[in-house]
């Protein structure tokens, strides 16, 4: 097999010094101690710590999650799928213990483990269509936003039609550990992303008295939708030219040139987090990290 010849793309916006290759771009980002963040988002996902403690404001937390779902009366009326209510279910996962969020042959997924324990909870006639079709006894929920492999959420937000239940108690679903996989590139039409909402701040990663708290910059991105590696391409690309001492508008010069090259690789997705899904209007004092 003849080695891959990676074409740098030709950079003509001026910067201070020289742009990192995409080897470089990689290397630098890889380095970075991403294990103490993964160690700190496992805390968060098992209520050990709030979110708050890295960013200072009060984030969402799963006990007033919990206070605001509520149980309504089945449908007196009507019968049949029409009987079923859309239940919202809120779930949090640690990135590093699963592949993904979509189910995937072999692989241990969020999606797979999730629909296997709604299973639990379907009616008996979609629980005799099931077996009549020889297909295993599980939900078959909608979630608002697929997440990479190693991509943890806080607030992720599932859609499962069901029969009228109290609050659904999910299990734990945190310490599930698989090997990993790849993800096949799915292909479809332009979709337009409008991002609200981009700040950064520098902080300091909680820990234990007896331990000294690592300088992290936290990066904030609120949008209408994300593509696939989005977020992680544009965080990757941002430091390239911070570190390149390139112009303000870098990232707009660079979304104008419409080639795939003129960015860096994606950050890894260990320091990636879903914190929350909002389907009101944008409210800029609901954003972590506020203008100054």
Same mark, same amino acid.
């Given at each position: $097999?003849?080695?891959?010849? =990676? ?5 003509? @916006? +001026? ?17 970075? +101690?991403?294990?103490?963040? $993964? ?7 098992? @209520?050990?710590? +709030?979110?708050?403690? =890295? ?68 009616? &008996? ?6 077996? /009549?079709k020889g297909l295993p006894l599980e939900g078959a929920a909608l979630v608002a936003g697929r997440t990479d492999k ?22 734990s679903i945190v310490q599930h550990q698989e090997n990993s996989g790849s993800y096949p590139l799915l292909r479809g ?12 701040k520098e902080s300091k990663l909680p820990c234990s008295e007896h331990e000294k708290g690592r300088r992290v910059m ?11 590696? $989005? ?16 112009? &303000? /508008? ?17 950050? +890894?997705? /260990?320091? =990636? ?6 389907? &009101?209007?944008? /409210? ?5 990290? =506020?203008?100054?």
């Amino acid at each position: $097999m003849e080695n891959k010849v =990676l074409i740098q793309y030709n950079h003509t @916006d +001026p910067c201070s010094f020289a742009r990192w290759t995409t080897k470089e771009c990689f290397q630098f980002m890889s380095a970075r +101690p991403w294990q103490q963040v $993964m160690d700190f988002y496992s805390d968060v996902v098992k @209520d050990r710590k +709030p979110l708050s403690a =890295l960013l200072g404001k009060a984030c969402l937390s799963k006990s007033n999650i919990y206070n605001r779902l509520e149980s309504l009366p089945p449908s007196q009326d009507k019968g049949g799928r029409w009987a079923r209510l859309t239940f919202k279910i809120v779930v949090s996962y640690h990135g590093g213990s699963f592949d993904g969020w979509q189910r995937q042959p072999g692989l241990n997924t969020v999606q797979s483990v999730v629909e296997k324990s709604l299973g639990k909870f379907v009616d &008996e006639r979609k629980a005799q269509m099931l077996k /009549d079709k020889g297909l295993p006894l599980e939900g078959a929920a909608l979630v608002a936003g697929r997440t990479d492999k190693g991509v943890t959420a806080v607030h992720q937000i599932l859609g499962e039609r069901m029969s009228n239940l109290k609050i659904l108690q999910m299990p734990s679903i945190v310490q599930h550990q698989e090997n990993s996989g790849s993800y096949p590139l799915l292909r479809g039409p332009p979709t337009e992303c409008f991002l609200y909402h981009a700040r950064a701040k520098e902080s300091k990663l909680p820990c234990s008295e007896h331990e000294k708290g690592r300088r992290v910059m936290c990066i904030e991105l609120v949008a209408n939708r994300f593509l696939r590696r $989005m977020v992680r391409v544009l965080v990757a690309t941002s430091i390239r030219e911070a570190a390149a001492g390139a112009d &303000e /508008d870098a990232l707009l010069k660079l979304m104008d040139a419409t080639c795939r090259r003129a960015t860096a690789p994606p950050a +890894p997705p /260990d320091g =990636l987090c879903l914190v929350d899904v909002g389907y &009101e209007e944008f /409210d800029p004092q609901d954003c972590l990290i =506020l203008k100054e």
